[in-house]
């Protein structure tokens, strides 16, 4: 029988990336609420870009890892009962 995509295993692996995660969505949540700078469109486009870009990369790139993991023969504990 094969392993289920992202089974409890490869979701331990992949909690080190969780970290960065939220630490990046709570200052985009915060600089949304208070942005102790003030707004300028310049200046808050690229300062939003930056961050909401990094946070893509990150949930792609984990995802991508997870996927290596999984179909990695080295990786793969599959079981067959009998």
């Known amino acids: 029988m094969s ?3 992202f089974d409890a295993e490869i979701a331990l692996d992949l909690t080190v990336n969780l970290i960065p995660f939220l630490i990046i969505g ?6 949304a609420v208070f942005n102790p700078w ?3 469109p310049l200046q ?3 300062q939003f870009a930056v961050l909401i870009v990094t ?5 792609f790139v ?3 890892a997870a996927r290596a993991i999984e ?5 793969r ?3 067959s009962e009998t």
């Open 3 to 5: 392993r289920r995509a």
């Open 26 to 31: 709570f200052f985009v949540v915060v600089f």
């Open 38 to 40: 003030g707004f300028d």
């Open 44 to 46: 808050s486009t690229v």
């Open 55 to 59: 946070m893509g990369t990150l949930a």
């Open 62 to 64: 984990t995802y991508y």
């Open 71 to 75: 179909t990695d023969d080295h990786t």
């Open 77 to 79: 504990h599959d079981t």
